[in-house]
């Protein structure tokens, strides 16, 4: 059975723009039949989150969001990311990489290469050069990727088509890498719709590609505007009162501000009734913190 899904890292409250995308997500998949799972991107940090992960699957109960099965955590799930990971180096889709974060920031780029993506300095190294560097710190595994851009299915932003970078799979510490976990864990468990904040559309195309070189079937999209502050900046904590706790201590009811920033009103149940995917707003919702 198709679902969908809200996956936090417990690595702190979550504040409104954080709920709101929680309310999207069980809209949307509610609204159309779908199972509704939550999974706890844990890879950072582990059970040293559970506290954290525990305010937030009570600020998302008290606002009345419900899932189905069990919360996944993919602390739990390291075996099979690694058979992953296996298989595509098997298939000669992966290399060890040995850059730091400031080798990589400093390289010089080819003139068509995106902003950010990496350079590609450990993709074909010779033997030689490859022990002698394997010397200092663990190495990365990195997708080598064979295409330049990959596309993907958006319910508010249509065709995504963008580059594929050479993804880290593995970091130096042996953690799997988001890229890979979120491919593999969607797949797994079903997920076929994907709502998150449009500021992950630009990591879409990789993820996608690799669903597709792991035979994996690729979700839907749905990217919606991000909560800003009113500098139009990425909410976050530091703007003040904007976490549940913080808001209800004012008398406010976060489910109400979030419902009207929908342009909606009213309970879950009939914010389910009268949400219409078509009518969302496509700018960012800018809130001013109380």
Known sequence: MSA?????SPSGDLHIGNLRTAVLAWLFARGTGRRFLLRVEDLDQGRSGAEAEARQLQDLRELGLDWDGEVVRQSDRADTYAAALERLT?????YPCFC???EIREATRAPHAPPGSYPGTCRDLDPAERDRRATGRPPAIRLRAEVDSWSAT???LGELAGPVDDLVLRRGDGTAAYHL???VDDADQGIDQVVRGDDLVGS???QAHLAHLLDLPAPTYAHVPLAVNV?????????GAVTAADLRALGLDPLALIAASLGLAGDLPRLLRDFDPAAL???PWVFRTP
């Open 154 to 156: 958006d319910l508010v």
């Open 231 to 239: 500098q139009g900046q990425r909410l976050a904590k530091r703007d």
């Open 100 to 102: 730091s974060r400031r």
């Open 281 to 283: 707003p496509r700018e």
């Open 204 to 206: 879409t195309p990789g």
């Open 4 to 8: 969908g899904r809200f996956a936090p």
């Open 90 to 94: 098997e298939e000669g889709r992966t």
């Open 181 to 183: 976990a979120v491919a």
